[in-house]
């Protein structure tokens, strides 16, 4: 945290010292102090900023894919499936030792992931109950969110 | 036809086409929380093409930014109107198709 404030405030006088105030320029602050913060990762002790920085980059890519992904099966469905082929039901999820923000933020991206939404989380923060089109094998949802997404969020906020 | 009215073109276009699957999803799907799939996911997608679009046909204008954070909002509270909609039904217990009991699914509170 204290390293983006650093990156942050490069970025600024990036700006402050820029002829001409705009967006890129400073995008342009900020990719320079975020070198800056790379080359003096010893000194400046920024070594776990640069971890999370590349495993929040991983997780756009991943949540990106997953996201088109939901999209193209959403389409499928909608257009060629008949409603005789579908077998929604609820799962449960297990979230035990997640803090609140990452049932929030693992929450939300199931609702934009293929085949499950989110329908309930429950008070104690421990189990979501999510709603799936194909829930003939509950294990193997399960088994996917771990593997995807729980993960990558996970190599993030810790 | 210039580069950015072709990519402007593609994205509405692509972005539209989303909604109206998102739509027929509406009216095909068998029950409410079928239907909050299509909304979710076909609905979140096209309205950020149709919006980055727009974003791409202004360019980098003080408006622009606007359309950034229109983005923004939309794309982060259609999901939750959806859960919001899925919990009603949950809690109402709204009438679903090929209603089975739940194999795995514990009451909150019932917990050893």
Known sequence: MKSFGVNLLIAVIWLLLSAEPSVIAFAMGFLLGFVLLAVFQRVLGSRDYMRRVFALGRFLLVFAWEFLAANANVVWVVLFRSKESLHPNFITYDVTGLKPFEVLLLSYCISLTPGSTTVQVTDDFRTLVLHTLDADNPSAVRARLDRVLKRSILSFTR | ?112
């Open chain 2, 1 to 112: 036809m210039t580069m950015t009215e072709m990519l402007t073109g593609m994205l509405v276009l692509s972005g539209s086409l989303l909604i109206l699957a998102s739509a027929i999803g509406v009216l095909r799907l068998p029950d409410v929380l079928c239907r909050s799939h299509a909304v979710a996911k076909a609905l979140t997608l096209g309205i950020f093409l149709m919006l980055l679009g727009l974003w791409v046909y202004q360019g980098e204008k003080q408006t622009a930014l606007k359309i950034l954070l229109a983005i923004f909002f939309q794309v982060v509270t259609i999901p939750v109107g959806s859960h919001l909609i899925g919990l009603l039904a949950l809690q109402k217990d709204i009438p679903r198709w090929r209603h089975r009991p739940i194999d795995d699914y514990r009451e909150p509170g019932n917990r050893s």
